[in-house]
């Protein structure tokens, strides 16, 4: 009988990672994180993304992240193409789950966006997108705590990001 509720009342890892963080930041509040994430994290780094503002980009990635978001960008650069992105709506922000990794505490995040993308050539031919069509895009982020940074809103950084498109039919 103990061992059933010694595993039904064990602590999850959602509890252990939000332990570390407050005891990395006692001011820490996952709803607070949440409105974070919705109204600086993450518009910040899609912003950095769509404009192509790689040192901006570099300053919210981890090393592996910076280097597999920002070689598109220098790959459109070099061959003259201009991408455009309008994000319409973003809703959903969510923790979806949790884990302690070497790195610090990473909180896997996830949301959905509507966006219109295209992207022109030099000439101004339209090679990706459509400027009529609004995409949805449902996105998981994993935010790692950098445990060297004081500041609890600059410690974040973006370390794996997924994502998954489709066209909204309207």
């Known amino acids: 009988m103990g061992d059933l509720f010694g595993s039904m009342f064990t602590r999850s890892e959602m509890s252990e990672v939000?332990?570390?963080i407050v005891r990395?930041?006692?001011s820490f509040d996952k709803a607070q994180f949440?409105?974070?994430?919705e109204l600086d994290i993450i518009p910040n780094i899609l912003e950095a993304l769509n404009r192509g503002e790689l040192d901006i980009l570099k300053d919210w990635c981890s090393e592996g992240v910076y280097n597999v978001?920002?070689?598109?960008?220098k790959q459109a650069k070099?061959?003259?193409n201009i991408s455009s992105c309008m994000v319409l709506d973003l809703h959903g922000v969510d923790i979806a789950a949790a884990q302690i990794l070497e790195q610090?505490?990473?909180?896997?995040?996830?949301f959905n966006i509507q966006q219109i993308y295209v992207v022109k050539d030099i000439k101004g031919n339209i090679v990706?997108?459509?400027?009529e069509q609004i995409q949805r895009v449902f996105y998981v982020w994993a935010l790692v705590r950098d445990q060297t940074v004081l500041d609890p809103k600059a410690a974040w950084k973006l370390m794996d990001v997924n994502s998954r498109k489709s066209e909204l039919w309207l």
């Open 18 to 20: 939000l332990t570390e």
């Open 78 to 80: 070099a061959l003259g």
């Open 34 to 37: 949440l409105r974070q994430c």
């Open 24 to 26: 990395m930041d006692p």
């Open 128 to 131: 990706e997108g459509d400027p």
């Open 69 to 73: 978001l920002s070689q598109p960008l």
């Open 104 to 110: 610090g505490p990473v909180l896997m995040i996830t």
